[in-house]
């Protein structure tokens, strides 16, 4: 009987999230594909370092290990290299004892069209087209920094940190358009009026959701995996979130409503794995101190 992914959490990965490539990208875009291929295979024998996505990744594969959660997580490689030139990526894998055992080779095509084939519940990469193309289809997904040479000390490994924002990530960007089409009185006024209305889905909801189901598998004092909202937020627009996350039967276990204030010290208090949020404004600071993710909106909103 074929082996199925359906009642796995999959997160799919580039390679570019996973190890530190950008000198090798950089080849790539100067150069062109057979600079950067014969780069690669020169260098096959040379372990990458952990990119942006890195300790996420680890931290999620040590879920396996728990009698609650034996088996339940699986990270796929997704990458746009061919299959010849991924050798080093796999090789850094064994260096670095990550039980990944599947991937997607592309050869330059776009990874979005493997995404549901794979069951993706999260994706995670530097390709802004196929981050885009996996939010269009329903899928939560972040593009992930890079460009920080931040090396991010996570401690805790025994501990998955999860940082969400809420509009336009746990929650759709409907309230979040108010905002920003008639000003922050119109927004507050709304939340104000709709405070018993549960909130819309957003793109990161249902992997929320999951998250929330692998915690209730656990003594709450003794659980594996920790959220928090961070939001710009504040009071009285925070009883709309506490009110939505109650109805979806989820547990946040940190919720900063922080009415405009810079998130950064928040997060690295929090000591996330990874932060993701809708606005560059929130996520540059932010990935200097913590891996962060943006997540775009719909194409057709």
């Known amino acids: 009987m074929a082996k199925t992914l359906d009642k796995k959490l999959v997160i799919g990965i580039s390679s570019r999230a996973l190890f530190d490539?950008?000198?090798?990208?950089?080849?790539?875009?100067?150069?062109?594909?057979?600079?950067?291929?014969?780069?690669?295979?020169?260098?096959?024998?040379?372990?990458?370092?952990?990119?942006?996505?890195?300790?996420?990744?680890?931290?999620?594969?040590k879920l396996n290990e728990y009698p609650e959660t034996k088996g339940r997580v699986e990270v796929v490689v997704m990458s746009r290299n061919s299959a010849d030139?991924?050798?080093?990526?796999?090789?850094?894998?064994?260096?670095?004892?990550?039980?990944?055992?599947?991937?997607?080779l592309t050869s330059g095509r776009h990874l979005s069209n493997y995404l549901n084939a794979f069951r993706t519940d999260l994706f995670l990469s530097a390709y802004s087209d196929d981050v885009q193309a996996a939010i269009d289809s329903g899928i939560a997904a972040g593009l992930i920094y890079t460009?920080?040479?931040?090396?991010?000390?996570?401690?805790?490994?025994?501990?998955?940190?999860?940082?969400?924002?809420?509009?336009?990530?746990?929650?759709?960007?409907?309230?979040?358009?108010?905002?920003?089409?008639?000003?922050?009185?119109?927004?507050?006024?709304?939340?104000?009026?709709?405070?018993?209305?549960?909130?819309?889905?957003?793109p990161f909801a249902n992997f929320l959701k999951t998250i929330s189901s692998i915690q209730q598998q656990f003594d709450l004092d003794h659980c594996p995996i920790r959220t928090a909202i961070v939001t710009?937020?504040?009071?009285?627009?925070?009883?709309?979130?506490?009110?939505?996350?109650?109805?979806?039967?989820?547990?946040?276990?940190?919720?900063?409503?922080l009415g405009g204030i810079q998130k950064k010290d928040?997060?690295?208090?929090?000591?996330?794995?990874?932060?993701?949020?809708?606005q560059a404004t929130h996520l540059l600071p932010a990935s200097q101190s913590v891996p962060s993710a943006q997540v775009p909106y719909k194409s057709n909103q």
């Open 21 to 61: 490539l950008r000198v090798e990208n950089e080849i790539f875009e100067k150069e062109g594909y057979k600079k950067y291929s014969e780069y690669q295979i020169q260098h096959e024998d040379e372990i990458l370092k952990p990119g942006s996505g890195f300790s996420l990744v680890k931290a999620l594969l």
């Open 85 to 104: 030139t991924s050798l080093r990526v796999f090789k850094s894998i064994e260096h670095y004892g990550l039980d990944i055992t599947r991937g997607a």
């Open 147 to 202: 460009s920080s040479d931040v090396e991010y000390n996570v401690e805790d490994m025994d501990q998955i940190r999860i940082a969400f924002d809420g509009d336009a990530v746990l929650f759709s960007e409907e309230s979040e358009m108010i905002f920003k089409k008639h000003g922050l009185d119109a927004f507050v006024e709304n939340e104000r009026k709709n405070a018993m209305k549960e909130l819309p889905a957003g």
């Open 232 to 257: 710009a937020r504040s009071a009285p627009a925070h009883e709309r979130v506490i009110r939505t996350l109650r109805a979806w039967n989820v547990r946040i276990d940190e919720a900063f409503f």
């Open 266 to 278: 928040f997060l690295e208090a929090f000591g996330a794995h990874i932060f993701f949020d809708d």
